[in-house]
């Protein structure tokens, strides 16, 4: 039967499946721009995979940097994108996200409080021409939850293993003062205040609500939805889309045991996180061995996905890379009994006096390389006829002091309970811990006799380890001349076992540059957009920098609300007629 206005539970112009960071952007931005949205979220907590996320944007070019000395364009951009992907940009969508993305963050920046900051430093992934060391990250602003009222419990929390004592937030700039905090009178009066906010917030919350990086992202985001009128209804499975007229009109929600039927004037976005949690879509769109783990939000289940190919959308994982984008994750004993996992992204493989090795007891990766680079490296490995899955980082107990190690704070020092949860080994010797490991003594001995050779040397020649801008800014300054290469040397030693898993999924819904979902033939299927991780990454399966994902999902949620408001996306205050 073709849909009506009789037919309809209810009407907007717009529904967007999906309160992630690309769907409530979208929803945001078409609302400013007069629409009336709608989102359906399936779960009963906004932000997704975001919310765990560092909750940085990839943005070349953007105003905020700029205004702050780091100068960058976004044709240095482009020629480094074009190296690091090696494929042309036949659709024109990197050059849309790279035109747009500026465009985009001042455009909520003026208009929402969703803000950010630059990173200043904080250089792109691959030392390549067009690379940047600054001025393309930016970070949102730190938010106060308590804006939110009663609906800051709506905001999906950090994982466990990213807060401390037991619900607080801390961002990467927080760590250093936290942990040194008896070291100088401002860091005890910096982390004094902390604490006092977070005690004074356990009377009240169930966590802290002083929020940073992805927590804060989108709470800025729903908090501006709510500002702006935006409903969004939780625990709202979409069963179907519904066709009328020769276009995707509306879609089929089940939301407390009814059955409702939703119209969408303009049309529907699937913004649903990706398909983290898909079996199928894992085992065809992944390497293999298909990585056991994932970063991914519960809810991320592939159902955007589904939708999109059963109503004629298409997907080409063989042109998108290795359908995922990756880090290395050690397994962890939370405090209800439940396993969680700590992803290894910049706090400790870079540092001074740390490998990875195979299961052969060798070295196989530059250890400071991307999060990204590095599984790309696990994986190498294995299909080269030797294990990394998983994979072991070695270092002395003397390193988790200085350093940490995962899910282990710096300062740590008793390491038995550790050891006793199963979290990592401890021994005396090298050839003590390879018999923990399962590993050739004599191999890892030769291998750490090797890099401790290097390491005195200062020039990592097997794998290069603080040979890039990215590798040394996550070292330590105060290990010359190498900032990434001390000796193991000293006992006690300790290894920890690290996995492929992702914290984003890159194979999606082939789109346009306006987010409109393609069939087989290249044309825009009418009504029906994606964005976030259900839309296919432009990057290919590459990983250029802080923020791969997130930058993305911002200025395609954007230029999909721009669309289907008749907007020009990069001059928003022209009105045209677009199809």
Same mark, same amino acid.
């Given at each position: ?33 007069? %629409?009336?949205?709608?989102? /359906? ?11 765990? &996320? ?10 905020? &940097? ?6 960058? !364009? =976004? ?26 993305? *500026? ?72 760590? *250093? ?7 100088? #009178? ?5 982390? $004094? ?9 356990? /009377? ?31 625990? =709202? ?19 407390? $045991? ?32 298909? *990585? *056991? ?7 991320? !289940? ?38 969680? /996992? ?25 250890? =400071? ?11 190498? &490995? ?25 899910? #282990? ?19 005396? !010797? ?111 399966? !590459? ?26 996306? %990069? ?9």
């Amino acid at each position: 039967m073709a849909a009506t206005a009789n037919t309809w539970d209810r009407e907007a112009d717009l529904v967007v499946l999906g309160a992630g960071a690309g769907g409530m952007s979208c929803a945001l931005v078409a609302a400013l721009e007069g %629409l009336d949205v709608l989102v /359906l979220e399936k779960s009963g907590q906004v932000g997704g995979t975001a919310a765990t &996320s560092a909750g940085t944007v990839w943005i070349p070019g953007n105003t905020q &940097s700029r205004a702050a000395g780091y100068d960058d !364009t =976004a044709a240095a951009a482009a020629r480094y994108l074009d190296g690091l992907i090696g494929a042309p940009d036949g659709d024109g969508l990197r050059s849309a996200y790279l035109a747009t993305g *500026p465009v985009a963050v001042d455009y909520l920046r003026a208009r929402s409080a969703v803000q950010f900051v630059p990173c200043g430093r904080h250089p792109d992934y691959r030392d390549m021409p067009g690379a940047a060391v600054t001025g393309r990250a930016l970070a949102p602003q730190a938010f106060d939850g308590r804006l939110l009222g009663r609906d800051f419990a709506r905001v999906r929390p950090p994982i466990p293993e990213f807060m401390v004592l037991g619900g607080m937030m801390a961002g990467k700039d927080d760590i *250093p003062r936290l942990v040194g905090r008896f070291r100088s #009178v401002g860091n005890f009066v910096y982390a $004094g205040r902390l604490f006092l906010r977070y005690l004074g917030d356990r /009377l009240r919350h169930a966590r802290g609500t002083r929020l940073v990086m992805g927590n804060a992202l989108v709470a800025r985001l729903f908090h501006s939805l709510r500002h702006n009128g935006v409903p969004i209804l939780f625990e =709202a499975a979409v069963q179907d889309l519904v066709h009328a007229g020769g276009r995707v009109a509306g879609v089929r929600v089940e939301q407390g $045991g009814r059955l409702l039927r939703i119209g969408a004037r303009k049309g529907v976005v699937i913004a649903t996180g990706g398909y983290g949690h898909h079996t199928a879509l894992r085992q065809r769109c992944m390497p293999l061995p298909t *990585p *056991p783990f994932t970063m991914a939000c519960a809810s991320n !289940t592939g159902g955007g996905i589904e939708l999109g190919l059963r109503h004629g959308g298409t997907i080409a994982p063989q042109t998108q890379g290795p359908g995922a984008f990756w880090t290395p994750v050690s397994r962890t004993r939370r405090a209800d009994g439940s396993e969680g /996992l700590f992803p290894h992204l910049s706090l400790d493989r870079a540092k001074p006096g740390l490998i990875a090795v195979n299961v052969a007891g060798r070295r196989f990766v530059n250890e =400071a390389d991307s999060y990204h680079d590095f599984v790309q490296a696990m994986y190498a &490995s294995h299909h080269a006829g030797v294990p990394a899955m998983p994979a072991w980082l070695v270092c002395e107990a003397d390193f988790v002091r200085r350093y940490g190690l995962g899910n #282990v704070h710096p300062g740590t020092t008793r390491l038995a309970p550790l050891e006793r949860a199963g979290y990592l080994r401890t021994a005396p !010797t090298i050839e003590a811990l390879a018999a923990k490991l399962g590993i050739d003594g004599t191999a890892l001995a030769a291998t750490v006799e090797r890099y401790n050779t290097l390491a005195r040397s200062g020039h990592d020649a097997d794998f290069g380890k603080g040979s890039s801008a990215l590798n040394r800014f996550n070292g330590d300054p105060a290990q010359r001349p190498n900032p990434c290469l001390r000796p193991i040397e000293r006992g006690p030693f300790v290894a920890v076992a690290v996995w492929p898993a992702e914290i984003g999924t890159s194979t999606g819904l082939r789109t346009d540059a306006d987010g409109r979902v393609l069939d087989a033939e290249g044309r825009a299927i009418a009504g029906l957009y994606a964005c976030g991780n259900d839309m296919a990454s432009i990057m290919l399966g !590459t990983y250029p920098g802080p923020g791969t994902t997130l930058g993305p999902a911002l200025t395609f949620g954007y230029r999909v609300a721009m669309h289907a408001a008749g907007r020009d996306p %990069l001059y928003p205050s022209r009105q045209e007629a677009r199809p």
